[in-house]
């Protein structure tokens, strides 16, 4: 289906509007949702600091509520370690049965258990590994600064020392609470030597243990840790959440502690490696409901994960509903533009119907018939809106003009086309008369009585080159080629007067040097235009082969024999310079014998300088070549040997100069 231009206009409007708008609207979307996501994560990023100092805030606390329940515990177990030791040194100080000394240390030692705290004696037989073992103590169990307790009470200071570890509940309850079970709690340790200074007792060696659980501070520590994930999940209820996001405290093992929405995402794909080496991660993870935006930080105090989520469709859907919003107000702009576009052109256009119009009368006209211009530019001008001042009223000025301009120029062309068939008349008469001048090639042989062929290819209709052979009155054969300077009429009118002054030197008796010296002479003294012709001229006598010539700066001919009796040879002396530049010189006459079977090849420089396509000449080497090879062709053959060569070296390039050759032949005597 073929559109109208309106029409293809009026949608290359819309097209264009529709283009604009689209690449606005995208880029409109885009930076749109970029800034939500950006915005998103920095509000995800205040929430996630904010629960990390509370978190901090908290670790603290309980940090210093321990430190000082620890404190307190290690005055305690202390004082009582010591008021012990006091009554102990009391009671062996007097003098006591060593069964009542016993019931008494035993008594004291229930008494000092008043504050929660138990108190052991252990003698140096209890101090042996396997002596401790059988009262519920590992000896090669190792406290936090990684010390056995049975190396603890080897090198135990005169002070004593304080230490933790991990005993049975039997152990660190007093009896009278009647607790018997087995399982280890955390214990706080006193062990303070029993020596009594000065004197020598039954206490030396023995270490007072006092011992205190440090349960309560777990269960304390528990208890808090209990309020603060009450307290974060109060906090998460209160932060707004997207419809498909999630918040989730986690353990160090990924245990959720406090949540607010469903997680269904695998722990793998949660950045928790990366929180626990930078401190705070960001990922899009895919989901069931599409890629999500996961922030998450890690509280190194507690080992805690803080996750915060939403899915990134529910982030952009206020641009995406922006971007909707926009498509139908462009949808509806774009086709009122079309409309719009499409109504102004069909007004703006309709002068191009009528020129249109015009050019379909234009085409119909004969411009052959005796009163087409008469109607030509009536026809052009009439009925175009001339008067308008936009680009239609220049297109039809401009195409009046053109009926003007276009009569006056068929005018022109019908006189020019006249006088080109007259001119070409005129030089197809002038090529005539320039070969009628010239011996017919085809009789050569017939004039001269011994083989001889000539051959003139002029690059235009007529041409500078020239040849001749005739026999004087005397009865000498002469040989003539040439090139004149320059192409077409004024070469081809220096030619004939320079074979016509040629032909009466030699007919008058003049040797080739002596004929090429008058002639230089006469053409030198009326020579306005500076022309100049090259000349061989050569005296042949067929029976002795003697060649007598003069070379006025042309090209030196080339002599092979048939039977390769003698290399080839150039005749390449030069009698002096170009014909008709210089008025006074004289020309040198040469003397050379043509052998039986030899073969005498004349040319111009159009032989050597044709060219190919990539302007290359086809050189004397190439023709010297050629020549070798067809030595045993006989001047006519050999001529056309030559020139089909030169045709296929030329291709499809023009011929740029007249091409003469000239070749003769001396026979074996009978």
Same mark, same amino acid.
């Given at each position: 289906?073929?559109?109208?231009?309106?029409?293809?206009?009026?949608?290359?409007?819309?097209?264009?509007?529709?283009?604009?708008? %689209?690449?606005?609207?995208?880029?409109?979307?885009?930076?749109?949702?970029?800034?939500?996501?950006?915005?998103?994560?920095?509000?995800?990023?205040?929430?996630?600091?904010?629960?990390?100092?509370?978190?901090?805030?908290?670790?603290?606390?309980?940090?210093?509520?321990?430190?000082?329940?620890?404190?307190?515990?290690?005055?305690?177990?202390?004082?009582?370690?010591?008021?012990?030791?006091?009554?102990?040194?009391?009671?062996?100080?007097?003098?006591?049965?060593?069964?009542?000394?016993?019931?008494?240390?035993?008594?004291?030692?229930?008494?000092?258990?008043?504050?929660?705290?138990?108190?052991?004696?252990?003698?140096?037989?209890?101090?042996?590994?396997?002596?401790?073992?059988?009262?519920?103590?590992?000896? /090669?169990?190792?406290?936090?600064?990684?010390?056995?307790?049975?190396?603890?009470?080897?090198?135990?200071?005169?002070?004593?020392?304080?230490?933790?570890?991990?005993?049975?509940?039997?152990?660190?309850?007093?009896?009278?609470?009647?607790?018997?079970?087995?399982?280890?709690?955390?214990?706080?340790?006193?062990?303070?030597?029993?020596?009594? *200074?000065?004197?020598?007792?039954?206490?030396?060696?023995?270490?007072?243990?006092?011992?205190?659980?440090?349960?309560?501070?777990?269960?304390?520590?528990?208890?808090?840790?209990?309020?603060?994930?009450?307290?974060?999940?109060?906090?998460?209820?209160?932060?707004?959440?997207?419809? !498909? %996001?999630?918040?989730?405290?986690?353990?160090?093992?990924?245990?959720?502690?406090?949540?607010?929405?469903?997680?269904?995402?695998?722990?793998?794909?949660?950045?928790?490696?990366?929180?626990?080496?930078?401190?705070?991660?960001?990922?899009?993870?895919?989901?069931? =409901?599409?890629?999500?935006?996961?922030?998450?930080?890690?509280?190194?105090?507690?080992?805690?994960?803080?996750?915060?989520?939403?899915?990134?469709?529910?982030?952009?859907?206020?641009?995406?509903?922006?971007?909707? *919003?926009?498509?139908?107000?462009?949808?509806?702009?774009?086709?009122?533009?079309?409309?719009?576009?499409?109504?102004?052109?069909?007004?703006?256009?309709?002068?191009?119907?009528?020129?249109?119009?015009?050019?379909?009368?234009?085409?119909?006209?004969?411009?052959?018939?005796?009163?087409?211009?008469?109607?030509?530019?009536?026809?052009?001008?009439?009925?175009?809106?001339?008067?308008?001042?936009?680009?239609?009223?220049?297109?039809? *000025?401009?195409?009046?003009?053109?009926?003007?301009?276009?009569?006056?120029?068929?005018?022109?062309?019908?006189?020019?086309?006249?006088?080109?068939?007259?001119? /070409? !008349?005129?030089?197809?008469?002038?090529?005539?008369?320039?070969?009628?001048?010239?011996?017919?090639?085809?009789?050569?042989?017939?004039?001269? !009585?011994?083989?001889?062929?000539?051959?003139?290819?002029?690059?235009?209709?007529?041409?500078?080159?020239?040849?001749?052979?005739?026999?004087?009155?005397?009865?000498?054969?002469?040989?003539?080629?040439?090139?004149?300077?320059?192409?077409?009429?004024?070469?081809?009118?220096?030619?004939?007067?320079?074979?016509?002054?040629?032909?009466?030197?030699?007919?008058?008796?003049?040797?080739?040097?002596?004929?090429?010296?008058?002639?230089?002479?006469?053409?030198?003294?009326?020579?306005?235009?500076?022309?100049?012709?090259?000349?061989?001229?050569?005296?042949?006598?067929?029976?002795? !082969?003697?060649?007598?010539?003069?070379?006025?700066?042309?090209?030196?001919?080339?002599?092979?024999?048939?039977?390769?009796?003698?290399?080839?040879?150039?005749?390449?002396?030069?009698?002096?310079?170009?014909?008709?530049?210089?008025?006074?010189?004289?020309?040198?006459?040469?003397?050379? =014998?043509?052998?039986?079977?030899?073969?005498?090849?004349?040319?111009?420089?159009?032989?050597?300088?044709?060219?190919?396509?990539?302007?290359?000449?086809?050189?004397?080497?190439?023709?010297?070549?050629?020549?070798?090879?067809?030595?045993?062709?006989?001047?006519?053959?050999?001529?056309? =040997?030559?020139?089909?060569?030169?045709?296929?070296?030329?291709?499809?390039?023009?011929?740029?100069?007249?091409?003469?050759?000239?070749?003769?032949?001396?026979?074996?005597?009978?």
């Amino acid at each position: 289906m073929k559109l109208s231009l309106r029409l293809r206009l009026a949608l290359l409007a819309a097209l264009t509007l529709a283009l604009g708008m %689209g690449m606005v609207l995208y880029l409109t979307w885009y930076m749109g949702s970029r800034t939500m996501v950006e915005m998103e994560e920095k509000s995800f990023t205040s929430l996630l600091v904010e629960e990390e100092q509370s978190l901090n805030l908290a670790f603290i606390s309980q940090l210093a509520d321990r430190v000082w329940a620890v404190k307190t515990c290690k005055s305690q177990l202390k004082e009582t370690a010591l008021q012990t030791r006091s009554l102990l040194g009391q009671l062996y100080a007097v003098s006591l049965h060593a069964a009542e000394r016993q019931r008494l240390i035993e008594t004291a030692l229930l008494r000092s258990r008043s504050g929660g705290e138990c108190v052991y004696l252990l003698r140096p037989h209890d101090m042996r590994p396997e002596n401790m073992r059988r009262l519920g103590l590992l000896p /090669e169990e190792k406290d936090i600064k990684q010390q056995s307790l049975y190396q603890i009470l080897q090198n135990l200071p005169e002070a004593g020392q304080f230490t933790v570890l991990d005993l049975p509940r039997r152990l660190t309850v007093p009896t009278d609470m009647k607790k018997t079970a087995q399982e280890k709690i955390p214990t706080l340790l006193f062990l303070l030597p029993c020596s009594v *200074r000065g004197a020598e007792t039954d206490l030396d060696d023995h270490v007072l243990v006092t011992v205190i659980s440090l349960e309560s501070l777990e269960i304390q520590t528990a208890t808090a840790t209990a309020l603060l994930l009450e307290a974060v999940r109060r906090k998460f209820n209160s932060i707004p959440l997207y419809s !498909g %996001g999630f918040m989730a405290l986690l353990d160090a093992q990924g245990h959720a502690l406090a949540q607010r929405g469903e997680q269904d995402i695998p722990l793998t794909l949660l950045p928790l490696t990366e929180a626990r080496r930078d401190g705070r991660a960001t990922a899009v993870i895919p989901s069931p =409901h599409g890629e999500i935006l996961c922030l998450v930080s890690h509280n190194s105090a507690f080992g805690w994960y803080t996750v915060m989520a939403a899915p990134l469709a529910e982030i952009r859907a206020p641009s995406d509903q922006m971007l909707t *919003r926009l498509l139908w107000l462009t949808a509806a702009l774009t086709l009122l533009t079309a409309l719009g576009a499409l109504l102004l052109l069909m007004r703006s256009l309709r002068p191009l119907e009528v020129l249109t119009r015009k050019s379909d009368q234009l085409a119909q006209v004969d411009l052959g018939s005796p009163d087409a211009l008469a109607r030509l530019e009536p026809l052009m001008a009439q009925g175009l809106p001339l008067e308008r001042r936009d680009e239609i009223g220049h297109l039809a *000025r401009a195409f009046a003009g053109m009926g003007k301009a276009l009569a006056k120029n068929i005018r022109t062309l019908m006189e020019a086309t006249a006088n080109k068939e007259r001119l /070409e !008349g005129e030089m197809s008469a002038a090529r005539d008369i320039q070969m009628g001048i010239l011996p017919p090639s085809e009789g050569a042989e017939t004039i001269c !009585g011994f083989p001889t062929a000539a051959l003139l290819v002029p690059a235009r209709e007529v041409g500078g080159d020239l040849y001749d052979f005739f026999v004087t009155h005397d009865g000498r054969h002469c040989l003539i080629i040439g090139d004149v300077s320059g192409k077409g009429a004024p070469a081809a009118l220096f030619m004939a007067m320079t074979i016509t002054l040629l032909r009466y030197a030699m007919d008058s008796g003049l040797n080739p040097a002596q004929a090429m010296s008058k002639i230089n002479a006469l053409l030198a003294e009326r020579n306005s235009n500076n022309m100049f012709v090259s000349l061989f001229v050569a005296q042949y006598e067929p029976h002795t !082969g003697r060649l007598a010539y003069a070379n006025g700066g042309h090209c030196p001919p080339y002599v092979v024999n048939a039977e390769g009796q003698s290399a080839l040879r150039v005749l390449g002396r030069l009698s002096g310079p170009l014909v008709g530049v210089m008025p006074d010189l004289t020309y040198e006459l040469f003397v050379e =014998h043509l052998a039986e079977g030899d073969t005498c090849l004349l040319f111009t420089d159009g032989v050597t300088e044709a060219m190919n396509g990539q302007k290359d000449l086809y050189g004397e080497e190439r023709l010297m070549s050629l020549l070798s090879r067809y030595r045993t062709e006989k001047p006519h053959a050999l001529l056309a =040997h030559i020139f089909a060569d030169i045709e296929g070296y030329r291709g499809n390039e023009p011929q740029s100069d007249d091409i003469t050759m000239l070749a003769f032949h001396r026979e074996k005597a009978s």
